[in-house]
């Protein structure tokens, strides 16, 4: 029996918790880096720039599993995706591919292996040919990979179809006679039809109404659990990647600040940009707008990225804890913390709760602890011995909970 065969039996879709995955990775990332250069200058005077859209990321997807890339426009996410797939080449790094690195194969090899992997784009009417029929778009990677007979790819493209809930006599229509969530379908049955292990979803649901977001999210949860699918889940709802996936990657400026599973993040996250994704999350529920956590300035230049910590120009918890200089000096490597193995965090002072700052009361509170640890460094060593020994180690592990 094959591994896919086998990865699919292991797979049902009862809920997160009940279905596994295989522990080998079915896609690797090592160090990757994507640098964009700035035409334009005199080259023999000026430097020549580059926009660092990825800058350095480490990932790992286990076969059947799904990783959600979140953060703010401009953090690398789409980028990401792309030259995992091989769609733009990585400035530096490697990519691995079930065992495979991607690197070392010839442009036929890359060629086969890119039936493995697929994409389902952002919008559903600017990814489709409006001057084709979609059986015919459909069929393309079809004959692009020279695979069966006429009657055959026209056989699997129906099957495609009716796999995403599209009768088979749709295949002959325009994309502009869909609607938004139809076209969608058609983009997910287009990617299915070469029969793919590994998927990158850009925003798949992004532009569509939230009655379509839950029908095309479940059709891809069915997909994932009967097919063993293996998807990267590029967003930006919070709500729909603490649905749909079961790891999340909070990228920043080209690097990833927070990984780790979904639930944990989200109920704990360590790093103070999650605390400010969460927090800027709008509730139905009523609830004090003051408790909205909200970054100001606007996202550095990946140009030209601050030094050190690349969140500290806009982190509230340095502003807390003073402005410390390492910081600015010393850039955070991604690694798995004491409090939780399974988290790994980018940032020189990770939150042990990071739930309750996302609250301007939980904010307030880890201030005072930060002020408290601070004053005390700067006492006169008199003044310390003067104050009971209790007292101290209250205010040190107080201060230590909320930084």
């Known amino acids: 029996m094959s591994e896919k065969s086998t990865a699919k039996k292991r797979i049902t879709s009862d809920s997160r918790s009940t279905r596994t995955t295989q522990p080998k ?6 160090d990757i880096k994507k640098y964009f250069p700035i035409g334009g200058g005199i080259p023999i005077i000026q430097k020549r720039q580059y926009v660092k859209a990825v800058d350095g990321v480490d990932l790992a997807i286990a076969r059947g599993e799904t990783l959600s890339v979140v953060g703010e426009s401009g953090s690398g996410k789409t980028t990401l995706g792309r030259v995992t797939l091989g769609l733009q080449k990585a400035t530096a790094g490697e990519i691995w591919f079930d065992g495979k690195r991607l690197t070392d194969r010839s442009s036929e090899e890359r060629r086969k292996l890119r039936r493995q992997m697929q994409i389902v784009f952002q919008d559903p009417f600017g990814s489709l040919n409006p001057r084709l029929p979609v059986g015919d778009q459909i069929e393309e990677g079809l004959v692009a990979h020279n695979l069966g007979t006429s009657s ?3 056989k699997r493209m129906h099957q495609a179809l009716e796999l995403v809930g599209l009768p088979a006599e749709y295949a002959v229509r325009y994309p502009h006679e869909f609607s938004g969530g139809q076209r969608q379908r058609v983009g997910i049955a287009r990617a299915l039809a070469l029969d793919p292990d590994f998927i990158v979803l850009d925003e798949p649901v992004s532009a569509l109404d939230v009655s379509i977001q839950s029908q095309v999210l479940n059709l891809l949860t069915d997909l994932r659990d009967k097919h063993g699918l293996t998807y990267m889940f590029i967003s930006h709802n919070l709500d729909v990647v603490g649905y749909f996936a079961d790891r999340v990657a909070v990228m920043y400026l080209g690097k990833i600040v927070e990984l780790g ?8 996250p360590q ?9 800027a999350v709008p509730k139905v529920e009523a609830h004090d707008l003051k408790d909205r956590l909200i970054l100001e300035g606007e996202i550095p230049s990946p140009i030209n990225p601050p030094s050190g910590c690349r969140f500290r120009t806009r982190c509230w918890l340095r502003e807390q804890l003073g402005n410390p200089e390492r910081c600015a000096t010393e850039e955070p490597k991604l690694v798995a913390t004491l409090r939780d193995p399974s988290v790994s965090v980018a940032c020189h002072f990770p939150l042990e709760d990071g739930a309750a700052a996302t609250t301007r009361s939980g904010r307030a509170e880890i201030s005072r602890a930060a002020k408290a640890v601070r004053s005390a460094k700067r006492a006169p060593k008199s003044a310390l ?9 209250a205010t040190t592990a107080k201060a230590r909970r909320g930084a």
Not at 261 to 268: C, E, I
Not at 271 to 279: D, E, G, N, Q, R
Request: charged share 30%; aromatic share 6%; glycine share 0%.
């Open 25 to 30: 990775p079915l896609v690797q990332l090592r």
């Open 271 to 279: 790093h103070p940009y999650t605390v400010a994704l969460i927090s």
């Open 385 to 393: 011995k003067s104050t009971p020994k209790s007292k101290r180690s």
């Open 261 to 268: 599973p979904v639930d944990r993040v989200f109920t704990k």
């Open 152 to 154: 055959q790819r026209r």
